[in-house]
């Protein structure tokens, strides 16, 4: 039986994730930190540990005591927008901690280490992204993301260790933590629709992103480790069709059946269009892409399940290091 680590997995994906393995026959013990993650969203049938990849001496014996087949790497402070603000605290997180993991794995002879990255490393770049491009990270949230997939291949290079890279984009879905005010998009809507609030958009709208659920991307992420052919590879993973942020703004008052006036806010510095193209996906792990959730219904099913669940409060984040240029929505209680 294979033995599993999955970082990050009482968060959204990472817990999707673990559902898949335990289907799949893998034993799983799941590390988080529940700092973005929620432990009602761990499958009972997983081992849980709190704690964070930061801690060396708690993994050092978490290593030393499963022996692990596979690492599931999905931890990460995934806040693209706020990583200018918090750029320590980006670092630390999501390379250091990573490092942590890589070293590990290594010293461990772990099979295989699957890294969750995100498109946010091809920058603006030519559409739709694809693996061959170029990464041109503009934000320190792809900048670290990019530093780790660099960190793998040179590991693999030198010790041997395999990985497989998947950059997912724009996921939404059923756990999503739609209290999380800096990141998600689809959440934040449904959260500010169940609060009554307006929906706030950054610029005018026109931006555009494929928005992915979760059953489409989870899944695959699991399944990766038993497909040699997917060794050592990058992946764009998730859905094709690009919407403007308007766009989605209808769809999620749709299916929420509910409506608010839009709040446009001054934009943010970020890439106006990001979608991928994932022919290299649909190749390796035989995905046929007309088994996609379409938009429409993949957020009618999040709706209900956020409708059962009801609003979250959203907290500001503690630890903002540089307060020049954040927006001000963001300071708002």
Same mark, same amino acid.
């Given at each position: 039986?294979?033995?599993?680590?999955?970082?990050?997995?009482?968060?959204?994906?990472?817990?999707? #994730?673990?559902?898949?393995?335990?289907?799949?026959?893998?034993?799983?013990?799941?590390?988080?930190?529940?700092?973005?993650?929620?432990?009602?969203?761990? @499958?009972?049938?997983? %081992?849980?540990?709190?704690?964070?990849?930061?801690? =060396?001496?708690?993994?050092?014996?978490?290593?030393?005591?499963?022996?692990?087949?596979?690492?599931?790497?999905?931890?990460?402070?995934?806040?693209?927008?706020?990583?200018?603000?918090?750029?320590?605290?980006?670092? %630390? @997180? @999501?390379?250091?901690?990573?490092?942590? +993991?890589?070293?590990?794995?290594?010293?461990?002879?772990?099979?295989?280490?699957?890294?969750?990255?995100?498109?946010?490393?091809?920058?603006?770049?030519?559409?739709? /992204?694809?693996?061959?491009?170029?990464?041109?990270?503009?934000?320190?949230?792809?900048? $670290?993301?990019?530093?780790?997939?660099?960190? +793998?291949?040179?590991?693999?290079?030198?010790?041997?260790?395999?990985?497989?890279?998947?950059?997912?984009?724009?996921?939404?879905? %059923?756990r999503q933590n739609i209290g999380d005010?800096?990141?998600?998009?689809?959440?934040?809507? /449904?959260?500010?629709?169940?609060?009554?609030?307006?929906?706030?958009?950054?610029?005018?709208g026109t931006s555009k992103r494929a928005?992915?659920?979760?059953?489409?991307?989870?899944?695959?992420?699991?399944?990766?480790?038993?497909?040699?052919?997917?060794?050592?590879?990058?992946?764009?993973?998730? $859905?094709?069709?690009?919407?403007?942020?308007?766009?989605l703004a209808e769809a999620v008052m749709? $299916? /929420?059946?509910?409506?608010?006036?839009?709040?446009?806010?001054?934009?943010?510095?970020? #890439?106006?269009?990001?979608?991928?193209?994932?022919?290299?996906?649909?190749?390796?792990?035989?995905?046929?892409?007309?088994? +996609?959730?379409?938009?429409?219904?993949?957020?009618?099913? /999040?709706?209900? =399940? #956020?409708?059962?669940?009801?609003?979250?409060?959203?907290?500001?984040?503690? @630890?903002?290091?540089?307060?020049?240029?954040?927006?001000?929505? =963001?300071?708002?209680?």
């Amino acid at each position: 039986m294979p033995v599993s680590l999955v970082t990050g997995g009482a968060g959204f994906i990472g817990s999707h #994730v673990v559902d898949a393995l335990l289907e799949l026959g893998h034993k799983v013990v799941v590390l988080d930190d529940l700092s973005g993650g929620f432990i009602d969203n761990v @499958n009972p049938k997983a %081992e849980f540990i709190r704690g964070s990849i930061v801690d =060396w001496p708690l993994l050092e014996k978490v290593f030393h005591d499963y022996r692990f087949t596979f690492v599931y790497h999905l931890a990460a402070y995934a806040a693209e927008g706020l990583s200018h603000f918090i750029r320590r605290f980006n670092y %630390e @997180n @999501n390379v250091v901690g990573s490092v942590n +993991l890589i070293n590990l794995s290594i010293k461990h002879e772990v099979e295989c280490f699957i890294f969750t990255s995100s498109i946010a490393v091809y920058g603006r770049n030519q559409l739709p /992204m694809h693996e061959d491009l170029t990464p041109q990270p503009e934000d320190p949230y792809g900048i $670290a993301k990019y530093a780790v997939e660099l960190d +793998l291949k040179a590991a693999h290079e030198l010790f041997g260790l395999n990985y497989i890279i998947f950059r997912p984009h724009n996921v939404y879905g %059923e756990r999503q933590n739609i209290g999380d005010r800096y990141r998600n998009v689809v959440g934040i809507f /449904m959260n500010q629709l169940l609060s009554g609030k307006p929906l706030t958009i950054f610029g005018d709208g026109t931006s555009k992103r494929a928005f992915s659920y979760i059953q489409d991307v989870a899944p695959h992420i699991a399944r990766s480790a038993h497909i040699p052919s997917a060794y050592n590879q990058v992946f764009n993973i998730g $859905a094709d069709i690009p919407y403007t942020i308007n766009e989605l703004a209808e769809a999620v008052m749709e $299916a /929420m059946g509910m409506r608010q006036p839009i709040r446009y806010l001054p934009p943010r510095n970020e #890439v106006p269009y990001a979608y991928a193209d994932h022919t290299k996906a649909y190749q390796v792990f035989g995905i046929d892409p007309k088994s +996609l959730v379409p938009l429409k219904e993949g957020l009618h099913r /999040m709706a209900q =399940w #956020v409708k059962a669940k009801g609003a979250r409060k959203t907290p500001s984040f503690q @630890n903002i290091e540089i307060y020049k240029n954040l927006p001000s929505v =963001w300071l708002e209680e």
